[in-house]
């Protein structure tokens, strides 16, 4: 009778607390794989989701079945109302990742943004960021060395170059702010 308990205690400790999130975390993260260069942070990550989602899932099922369920509920084997809706939503996160790819030996590619060929906001703002960095480097070389007339124009085709292309991606940033 203790083992029907115990494996009772585990089922329903992976069904509250692992199962549906792992699926749904799977459905929406089916390019995170657990082996490679980024295995174990993957791993880490779907871990921590599964819990996390789980929980969430059990705490708005169970107060959603509150609300509904005359007279309550027990989360109970004898009353399986929360464990069934929650392995519904798990069997739902397993279809939705199978039909992802999340299950298959070759993963997915990333959903791409809107122009892939385009660096995104990160990138652009580091760039632009470096670019007023060598901008100011060049600034006080240029005041220091103003005797020297080649040099002194070398380093101010050397700035003029360097704000035209700090123009460029600022207005290229402009136009991505602006869609």
Same mark, same amino acid.
């Given at each position: 009778? /203790?083992?029907?308990?115990?494996?009772?205690?585990?089922?329903?400790?992976?069904?509250?607390?692992?199962v549906?999130?792992?699926?749904?975390?799977?459905?929406?993260?089916?390019?995170w794989?657990?082996?490679?260069p980024?295995?174990?942070?993957h $791993?880490?990550?779907?871990?921590?989701?599964?819990?996390?989602l789980?929980?969430?899932?059990?705490?708005?099922?169970?107060?959603a079945?509150?609300?509904?369920?005359?007279g309550?509920?027990a989360?109970?084997?004898s009353?399986p109302?929360?464990?069934?809706v929650?392995?519904?939503?798990? %069997? %739902?996160?397993? %279809?939705?990742? %199978?039909?992802?790819g999340?299950? $298959?030996?070759?993963?997915?590619?990333?959903?791409?943004?809107?122009?892939? /060929?385009?660096?995104?906001?990160?990138?652009?703002?580091?760039?632009?960021?470096?670019?007023?960095?060598?901008?100011?480097?060049?600034?006080?070389?240029?005041?220091?060395?103003?005797?020297l007339?080649?040099t002194?124009?070398?380093?101010?085709?050397?700035r003029?170059?360097?704000r035209?292309r700090?123009?460029?991606?600022?207005?290229?940033?402009?136009?991505?702010?602006?869609?």
């Amino acid at each position: 009778m /203790d083992a029907v308990d115990g494996a009772e205690a585990v089922a329903g400790g992976l069904l509250l607390f692992v199962v549906p999130g792992f699926t749904i975390a799977r459905a929406l993260f089916p390019e995170w794989r657990f082996r490679g260069p980024d295995g174990a942070r993957h $791993a880490l990550e779907t871990a921590t989701l599964a819990f996390v989602l789980s929980v969430a899932l059990t705490v708005l099922v169970g107060s959603a079945l509150l609300g509904v369920a005359p007279g309550g509920f027990a989360a109970a084997w004898s009353d399986p109302l929360l464990e069934t809706v929650l392995a519904a939503i798990a %069997v %739902v996160g397993a %279809v939705a990742g %199978v039909l992802r790819g999340a299950y $298959a030996r070759v993963p997915p590619t990333p959903p791409a943004g809107p122009e892939d /060929d385009e660096e995104g906001a990160f990138e652009l703002t580091r760039e632009l960021d470096r670019l007023h960095r060598e901008e100011r480097r060049l600034s006080p070389r240029a005041r220091g060395t103003a005797a020297l007339e080649t040099t002194s124009a070398e380093i101010e085709r050397q700035r003029a170059e360097l704000r035209d292309r700090i123009d460029a991606l600022e207005q290229r940033r402009e136009e991505q702010y602006a869609r």
